[in-house]
């Protein structure tokens, strides 16, 4: 089911309202009935596939705490080998038989494993990730195994995060699941105003945007250089208030029912540093390839050349994580780099900066490196939004051509209606990015939703009434799904 859907529209308030009806013993059963229906509305069959790795997961977990030394270890082997496993049959299975047949090809070898018609279970990698760290935390001795089977099962389907996050760790939500929620009219208040923030910045926002990205991505190699420049940025701002909407909608609901889920986005754009942009964005999955790869590997108690290398190794399993495609595994070895060398480069940086700071500023400063991580970010972009490397190497190539006589009217107008804009279309569209750098402006200053309850109510309302109008009024009418669903 859809958060931007009619169908949610419904679904959650009634489970909303049956959640604080119903005494507390029969919440978990409420809740996870309704996930079960959330994740069911996508492909009814692929719930098996959740079913099989929660009964994995939930007896290893209870194994693991009852074990001691190596069958402590095979039991975590066997839910680790269990959920990568789906994960490999489902995601990466044609992906690795088409390589191994084109590199069999090569060598004039027959390869005759065949390719499996199946289609990728929604969300897939953020539920298996999120039950991997459950029992990698038991392991740890950070989580106690969960004794109740349908509150764990609730654990890995909660609707609101279920099919793309944030990624929860155990510590965080397990217990909330035993807590009774009373209804609190200030924090349903605070978690609708959220949910309707992140649905303006997916359906007024990121849709609209898409339709000029589409169109410009759909055949590269003809179009010109300002308008390949121009879809990338514009897929830069699609991908973020797609994704952070996406994140914004299941935090506002989960804290209309009473859970606290994880911050997942802080302004990454607003970042210094490619090191830093990680820390903004998608913070669920950072952190978790942080504590489950990158200090298992030996984090920065290491050399800097096996740190190096580390760093690589985990952007380029973030890569794939993303997809089977080589453009997401050269998109996360692309931003591994981008780190390497910031890390490699950064006593000689310092040292360049230092006699420049007093003439230049720290604003003007600020400018430069906030500018200079947004086009390295964009270079990745492109790889992560084209088709295929080779409409990748177009996008590129493309982007030095054709700048004479862009701004002639005529000209630009026709381009415009060819990519399914009008020039109102595109004076709303860059207005309503200006209406998200504003709310990011005011969350410098802290949580937008204080700043709204200082307002007075007349003002208040008057946006609450905006925002809703926006929704219904501007979105372009394509209801598509949120990008991080295929992953």
Known sequence: MLFNSVAFAFFFPIVAGLYFLLPHRFRWGLLLGASCGFYMWFRPEYVLILGFTI?????????????????????????????????????????????????????????????LEMA???????????????????????????????????????????????????QNLLHQFREKHTFDPARAAGGLRLMAWGLFKKICVADRLSVLVNSVYADPRHES???????????????????????????????????????NFNRPYEARSVGEF????HISLSTWFRDYVYVPLGGNRVSDLRRFSNLLVVFLLSGLW???????????????????????????????????APWIGDRAMAAWQRTCVIGLVCIGWVFFRAA????????????????????????????????????????????????????????????????????????RWTLYYAVTAAIFWLAPGSGDQFIYFQF
């Open 55 to 115: 009964v994995v997961d939930y007896f290893a977990g209870l194994w693991i705490e009852r074990m001691e030394g190596v069958q402590r270890r095979w039991a975590l082997g066997a839910s680790l080998a269990a959920n990568v496993g789906v994960l490999a049959v489902f995601k990466y299975w044609n992906f690795a038989q088409t390589n191994l047949g084109a590199a069999a090809h090569a060598f004039g070898w027959n390869y005759p494993v065949p390719l």
């Open 120 to 170: 990728l279970p929604i969300g897939l990698s953020f539920h298996t990730f999120q039950a991997m760290s459950y029992t990698i935390e038991v392991y740890r001795g950070n989580q106690r195994a969960e004794r109740h089977f349908g509150i764990y099962a609730l654990y890995v389907m909660f609707f609101p995060q279920l099919v793309a996050g944030p990624i929860e760790r155990p």
């Open 225 to 263: 250089g300002p308008w390949l420049v121009l879809a990338t940025l514009f897929f830069a701002l699609q991908i973020y208030c797609d994704f952070s909407g996406y994140s914004d909608i299941a935090i506002g609901s989960a804290r209309v029912l009473g859970f606290t889920l994880m911050k």
């Open 278 to 281: 990680w820390r903004r964005w």
């Open 322 to 356: 993303h997809g089977a495609k080589w453009t997401y595994v050269i998109w996360g070895g692309l931003h591994g780099l981008f780190l390497v060398m910031g890390m490699a480069t950064k006593a000689w940086r310092d040292r360049l900066r230092t006699p420049l």
């Open 388 to 459: 295929s490397l080779r409409d990748a190497l177009d996008v590129f190539a493309g982007m030095s051509r054709g700048w004479a006589g862009f701004w002639q009217p005529s000209s630009f107008n026709s381009t415009l209606w060819r990519l399914g804009y009008g020039r109102l279309d595109f004076a709303v569209a860059f207005a309503l990015i200006g209406i998200v750098m504003l709310v990011h402006r005011l969350e410098r200053q802290g949580p937008v939703g204080v700043w709204l309850d200082r307002q007075p109510g007349w003002r």
